[in-house]
């Protein structure tokens, strides 16, 4: 049975090797790492330190004390990431993404713009370990925050990567709002999910 908590500091390092095995096919990803695909992590190690682990709602889960799972999410006018924190992380940015900072963050400005303005809570990252992948740590994640959204009379909304897991979503009740492409990159799927 999977155990569902929240992230500690104590589990970024962890959960950061986690997502970025879970996220080593993916194809935006893949865009962003096309050289140095064992950045990813880093990567992780610095949006759950400086934009995701402040807002309290970043879930884990795994079976026993392994991290097996993440989702990262942002409550309801918490999604943008605060000047000071995208000050604090440039410079750890700019080594980890190199030659692709600008690109990148084009493309993240890209889905900015398109971001829903009403009141949401945002799953930024949701990502399972392959290892452990199809024992339903991913739905147990989701069915943590989605329940709490219901209950809350809030919507959800998050941007899937990978065409193949848009039926995935959907069997939550996140449905398909339009395609966003990266720059010169992979194409993007905006979902929406009103509360059941």
Not at 32 to 47: G, I, K, N, Q
Not at 103 to 116: A, D, N
Not at 137 to 166: F, Q
Request: aromatic fraction near 8%.
């Amino acid at each position: 049975m999977a155990t569902v908590r929240t992230v500690t500091e104590t589990d970024v390092d962890e959960l950061s090797e986690v997502l970025g095995r879970a996220f080593a096919d993916d194809p935006v990803w893949q865009w962003m790492f096309p050289r140095h695909p064992e950045r990813m992590a880093r990567l992780f190690v610095t949006l759950l330190r400086h934009a995701h682990l402040p807002n309290g709602a970043t879930e884990l889960a795994g079976q026993g004390e392994t991290v097996q799972a993440g989702a990262l999410w942002d409550p309801p006018g918490r999604w943008k990431i605060p000047v000071t924190a995208q000050l604090r992380q440039a410079p750890t940015l700019l080594r980890i993404l190199g030659t692709r900072t600008l690109p990148v963050l084009r493309g993240l400005g890209e889905l900015e713009k398109s971001h829903p303005t009403e009141p949401h809570w945002y799953l930024a990252v949701l990502g399972t370990d392959p290892s452990a992948q199809g024992r339903g740590l991913g739905s147990a994640l989701l069915m943590s925050r989605l329940s709490r959204c219901d209950a809350e009379r809030l919507p959800a909304y998050l941007e899937s990567s990978k065409d193949s897991n848009v039926p995935y979503y959907e069997r939550f009740g996140f449905r398909v709002t339009g395609e966003l492409r990266m720059p010169g990159g992979p194409p993007v799927w905006p979902m929406w999910r009103d509360p059941a």
